[in-house]
């Protein structure tokens, strides 16, 4: 029976709704998702396409029409009539507020949230009638709320009696969103019964109530008054800053400026932080001025929150007291100060960042390099450039590196050459090891294989072992610069760079070592070294290579099986298919007698089945 009077009811329909496609309407009510989604989909369209500017308003009527009589047809499926009422809006005119306004009073609830909602964005006036007179008979908080909330939405002063009326509702959802509404809507008779409601005002809402009163006076002609006169009585701190924005944007601003002598001769009231950061960004300067002639006598808090105001300007005028109380600062608060800095700092500056990132403090040195490169200082690279052509300063220097402008690193890499003087091979050194790239790189890995007898190579070594991991470009290195530098380097410099494999740990570099092993028994030792203190997996079949080579004496095959098998380790990131694997390998190859024991037992100390799969870089850990 019920299929039989969808039927009737479909047939009924197609024959009435000409605007609407018979499939649509037939699929609107269907239990197949895809294909209510569809239909749904076009009579979306259908409505976008009719609503639209300069489209035909004969069809947009008549679209407009069955709509609404297919959400007013109560025996209609009830997702066809709520699909009608989405597409209302697109199409909204006075003709249809009658019905929906009657929709209003349906018996299902979903139906009256469609009307409500299809009348609040209905563009013609009469709409705010039907939403007020059922106001005035809802009952429910819900259904009270949601109507207000349209009316407010609406923004019609027809609906500031209704929610005057309701400023005392014993409900504090509807009290508040009344309070807020006037505030929103403005006028004479908003701000009337704000100012006539304060006063008895229950705490739970009299923020939201104050609030509402400073925007509703604001667009006003004389709310300055009423404004000034909430002052004494804010209740919290976000009053306060409400009622000084509104004032400093009033006229010229100086209602407000009695209220900066105040916080200032006061600074524990709440909200004063914010106010005198507002008065700031003002600009205004009877506000500003008294603020930054206060700034000693601020709390490190204030003071911070003044001079980020002044940097987010890009102002500089309170530069030296910034400087004193970064100075004066220790912690997270001198990191902020020294970021300011780069914001608002000038030449002044420069010598206190410099001096601050020397030390290179964990916590202050990112700040410091940082506001070191943002400093707007025209010329300042020129200038240095030109006082460091004779004997340039370590500060100098650093400044220069953290500038980082086009031929800095040549510059800094002259300064780093053997026959510069040693403390501005030193400096230089530092910077580079911060900024420097490939060319330096390449240029120390040159210099340590050119040293002079007599000379200390190891600053240069230092300073490669600290760069090359940044650049991740260990391949490349090992090819085009230690290679070409290791083959005409002295045997005391080549000892000298072996000492910078550490940092050049590659595929590449591992097969040379292997060759090392297998053909150079100068070299061979070294090589072993360097291998047993490897931990990077990739390289395992390199040093189960090199433990293969026939002619090695037992002590140094067993240190190379021994450095093949830590890699086994948890300690040592590969997947557990591939360390299982590995494993394998290693015991197949190890010889009978004590090396083997010691590979089997190190197998079996690595846990490899009880080992947690190792999670793919940037993947999360499998439970």
């Known amino acids: 029976m019920k299929h039989l009077f969808t039927t009737l009811f479909l047939a009924t329909a197609l024959a009435a709704q000409a605007a609407i496609p018979a499939d649509v309407l037939e699929n609107l009510a269907s239990s197949d998702l895809t294909k209510r989604f569809e239909a749904e989909t076009k009579l979306r369209q259908l409505a976008c396409a009719a609503g639209k500017p300069g489209a035909d308003p004969a069809t947009a009527a008549a679209l407009e029409k069955d709509l609404l009589a297919l959400a007013s047809d109560t025996a209609a499926p009830e997702p066809s009539r709520l699909s009608a ?225 002044l940097a987010q300007k890009s102002d500089t005028s309170g530069e030296d007291d910034l400087l004193a109380l970064a100075a004066a600062l220790d912690g997270n608060k001198k990191t902020i100060a020294i970021e300011l800095l780069g914001s608002c700092g000038t030449e002044k500056s420069v010598g206190f960042l410099v001096a601050e990132a020397a030390k290179k403090s964990p916590q202050t040195f990112p700040a410091a390099s940082l506001a070191i490169n943002r400093l707007k200082i025209p010329g300042l690279e020129k200038r240095i450039f030109e006082q460091s052509k004779g004997a340039p300063s370590p500060n100098d220097i650093t400044l220069l590196a953290f500038r980082n402008s086009d031929g800095t690193e040549a510059f800094l890499l002259k300064l780093a050459a053997a026959n510069s003087g040693a403390e501005q091979r030193k400096a230089a050194l530092a910077s580079l090891e911060i900024m420097g790239q490939f060319e330096t790189a390449s240029q120390l890995l040159r210099w340590i294989g050119e040293t002079p007898q007599g000379s200390d190579p190891k600053p240069y070594i230092a300073s490669f072992r600290k760069i090359a991991p940044r650049l991740s470009a260990e391949a490349a290195l090992w090819k085009s610069a230690f290679l070409p530098a290791f083959q005409t380097a002295s045997p005391e410099n080549r000892e000298m760079l072996i000492y910078t494999i550490p940092a050049l740990r590659c595929r590449e570099s591992a097969e040379t070592l292997v060759e090392w092993i297998r053909s150079d028994p100068k070299l061979r030792s070294s090589a072993i070294n360097e291998f047993s203190s490897w931990s990077d997996f990739s390289v395992g079949d390199s040093i189960l290579a090199a433990a293969l080579v026939p002619d090695l004496d037992e002590l140094s095959r067993e240190k190379l099986f021994k450095a093949a098998t830590r890699l086994l380790f948890p300690t040592v990131k590969a997947n557990l298919k591939d360390k299982k694997a590995f494993a394998n390998k290693v015991l197949a190859a190890a010889p009978e007698g004590l090396i083997r024991d010691a590979v089997q037992k190190a197998i079996t100390e690595a846990n490899i089945d009880g080992q947690s799969e190792a999670p793919r870089r940037g993947g999360r850990r499998k439970k």
């Open 85 to 309: 009422l989405e597409q209302l809006p697109f199409l909204a005119s006075a003709s249809s507020v009658p019905g929906l306004g009657a929709l209003l009073s349906d018996p299902t609830p979903l139906i009256r949230e469609g009307a409500r909602c299809a009348l609040q964005n209905n563009p013609d006036p009469a709409a705010s009638a039907p939403l007020l007179q059922t106001l005035e008979k809802a009952e429910q908080p819900a259904w009270t709320l949601a109507l207000m909330d349209s009316l407010a939405t609406r923004a019609d002063a027809s609906a500031i009696s209704a929610f005057a009326s309701r400023l005392t509702s014993p409900n504090p959802a509807i009290a508040s969103l009344a309070a807020q509404s006037l505030g929103s809507l403005g006028g004479a008779k908003s701000l009337k019964a704000l100012n006539n409601f304060l006063p008895n005002c229950p705490p739970a809402i009299l923020p939201a109530a104050q609030g509402a009163l400073v925007r509703c006076a604001a667009k006003q002609a004389d709310g300055d008054k009423a404004i000034s006169a909430l002052w004494p009585k804010a209740v919290n701190a976000s009053i306060r800053c409400e009622i000084f924005n509104a004032l400093a944007t009033a006229g010229d601003g100086s209602l407000a400026a009695p209220l900066v002598t105040e916080l200032l001769a006061k600074q524990d009231t709440p909200g004063t932080r914010e106010i005198l950061r507002i008065a700031v960004l003002s600009g205004n300067a009877k506000l500003k001025n008294p603020v930054l002639a206060a700034l000693p006598t601020l709390n490190e808090d204030t003071r911070l929150a003044v001079h980020a105001a």
